[in-house]
């Protein structure tokens, strides 16, 4: 059969509005998550992580929301802005040598 | 954003050709880690070298071959590429300070590759 190219999850919202990306990973053995932001014609930029002894962390306009039960992780940025809009990758710590394993992204767009 | 840096930042080669891809960090780190990131698939990890030293080849094909000369630099050599090829290759490195877990990776912009 013909290949099927990835399609993205995409989420469009206002500025100003919260918007909340979310991801569930793979292996209930992981120990470590880390969200990406990845701009067109940029590398993935490190926006924030958790541990799996923690449920929740707060940066600069971000929280991360972990429910180890249901092996789902989350990033809510508040008061979107224009800047914001990229793809958004989860990454979770399998264990050994920082492996990291990435989600397929969500493209984020944030309309003035 | 200067971090970590990769050369060239674009690259169009034939399949015949040989080239080379340059990766340099400036945050003093101990592992480096070269990723492959095409629209068909997420981000797939080829190779991971701590302390200069190669901990991680994924299956990747003979055709991409790393160096790693010091615990700055990292380079992917290539040769004889196949169209499918054709992708952007991302760098990264990390602390890598004795943990299994909790380190986190840092990325260049990336090198557009392109075969023809």
């Known amino acids: 059969g013909e290949s099927v190219g990835l399609h993205l999850p995409t989420l469009s919202v206002q500025e100003g509005d919260n918007s909340i990306i979310n991801c569930a990973y793979s292996n209930s053995a992981s120990d470590y998550f880390i969200w990406y932001k990845q701009e067109s014609g940029k590398g993935p930029q490190f926006i924030i992580d958790i541990r799996s002894n923690m449920d929740k962390r707060q940066g600069q306009r971000v929280t991360v929301l972990l429910n180890k039960t249901v092996k789902h992780l989350s990033l809510q940025i508040a008061a979107t802005q224009p800047g914001d809009s990229a793809v958004y990758f989860c990454?979770?710590?399998?264990?050994?040598?920082?492996?990291?394993?990435f989600g397929q992204g969500t493209i984020l767009t944030v309309h003035p | 954003e200067t971090g970590v840096t990769q050369t060239p930042r674009h690259l169009v080669m034939g399949m015949t050709n040989k080239k080379s891809l340059k990766c340099e960090q400036h945050?003093?780190?101990?592992?480096m880690y070269w990723y492959k990131q095409s629209a068909k698939k997420p981000l797939e990890l080829m190779f991971v070298?701590?302390?200069?030293?190669?901990?991680e080849n994924n299956s990747v094909p003979s055709r991409f071959s790393p160096e790693c000369p010091n615990s700055s630099h990292l380079f992917l050599h290539l040769h004889t590429l196949q169209p499918e090829d054709s992708a952007l290759y991302l760098c990264a490195s990390s602390p890598r300070k004795g943990l299994a877990g909790g380190d986190t990776q840092y990325f260049g912009p990336g090198t557009r590759l392109t075969v023809l």
């Open positions: 945050l003093g780190h101990n592992a």
């Open positions: 070298y701590s302390l200069e030293e190669r901990v």
């Open positions: 990454a979770e710590n399998q264990g050994g040598y920082g492996k990291l394993t």
